[in-house]
């Protein structure tokens, strides 16, 4: 990659926003009000914005390897508190991505060193959902699964915190599980069944 390219880059993009619109910039520098935190991977093909069309202002965004809600990791726990206590989002977004290199490192048994806590979390999923990962015959069809899985264990991790359970109490906040498909460009949700979820674990991790 040629970085003075991307220099050259940023002037023309600058260019064009100016000739749209003379007060782009006034307008972003005076805050951000975005309804949506995406939390994806951070897989160099998966640009959140790009994929959903969206302008700088509209979406708050977390990225890390397999788009993990981690409960103690503090990366996201801060931007899951700021998006919804501080920018009060209406929507919070979980988005995996079929050929995930996080997930397929998670399902091969390998020592992969500082590397491995963080799979953990991807394991763990595995094991929770073994029974019906183990039946899938076909290797890639069982990756693709567990990739939708993972997204679905991430949106009930989200689901555990006060700050989320505190935006349901205090406003309409939707959760939304999703998968983009690196092969084909598309993005769809998965429509999980959240009020279920929700039924099912409030008795143990119910806070507010």
């Avoid at 397929?104 to 991807?122: C, E, H, S, V």
Wanted: charge should be negative; include cysteine.
């Amino acid at each position: 990659m040629n970085l003075d390219k991307i220099l050259q880059h940023n002037e023309k993009w600058i260019a064009e926003k100016l000739s749209l619109d003379p007060d782009f910039f006034k307008k972003l520098s005076d805050g951000q009000n975005p309804e949506v935190l995406y939390i994806g991977c951070s897989d160099s093909r998966v640009t959140a914005e790009e994929i959903m069309g969206a302008a700088p202002g509209e979406v708050f965004i977390h990225r890390n390897i397999a788009n993990l809600v981690n409960n103690v990791d503090m990366n996201v726990m801060v931007v899951i508190n700021y998006a919804l206590r501080i920018l009060k989002v209406k929507h919070v977004i979980i988005c995996g991505h079929y050929m995930c290199g996080g997930v397929k490192a998670a399902m091969q048994q390998t020592d992969l060193g500082i590397l491995n806590p963080w799979l953990r979390n991807i394991r763990d999923v595995y094991r929770l959902h073994k029974n019906e990962l183990n039946a899938i015959e076909e290797l890639d069809k069982r990756y693709d699964r567990l990739v939708e899985l993972n997204v679905q264990e991430q949106c009930i991790n989200l689901i555990k915190t006060a700050a989320v359970q505190e935006a349901y109490a205090d406003r309409d906040l939707k959760i939304h599980g999703w998968v983009f498909d690196v092969r084909n460009g598309k993005l769809t949700d998965l429509k999980i069944d959240f009020p279920e979820i929700l039924k099912n674990i409030m008795e143990i991790y119910k806070l507010i």
